[in-house]
Nanobody, 122 residues
């Protein structure tokens, strides 16, 4: 059974940092693109960051550029999202996803995690 399991979310004050992890199981994702998406209450799910299978290409939403860093460890079948200088508007449920094609398009991603809450207080 293929699973993506996020961890590392929680409550943090504005200006703080969190590191999300997404551990994949059931098969290797070393050939897949990986992405992080988020969904705030009443809003559409949006791309946050994406990384190609090799880690050689990355994409960031404008709202997180310079503050968030996506990385991956294919040996551990894990992708990370380092979030610094967090803002209240970063509050959302964060989802990791995997798919065959790198990019910011949600339809590129086939496998999804269950989501992990990140709350940033002002």
């Amino acid at each position: 059974q293929v699973q993506l399991v996020e961890s590392g979310g929680g409550l943090v004050q504005a200006g703080g940092s969190l590191r999300l992890s997404c551990a994949a199981s059931g098969r290797s994702f070393s050939s897949d693109a990986m992405g992080w998406f988020r969904q705030a209450p009443g809003k559409e799910r949006e791309i946050v960051a994406a990384i190609s299978w090799s880690g050689g290409s990355t994409y960031y939403a404008d709202s997180v550029k310079g503050r968030f860093t996506i990385s991956r460890d294919n040996a551990k079948n894990t992708v990370y999202l380092q979030m610094n200088s967090l803002k209240p508007e970063d509050t959302a449920v964060y989802y990791c996803a995997a798919g065959p094609k790198f990019g910011w398009v949600r339809a590129n991603y086939v496998y999804w995690g269950q989501g992990n809450q990140v709350t940033v207080s002002s």
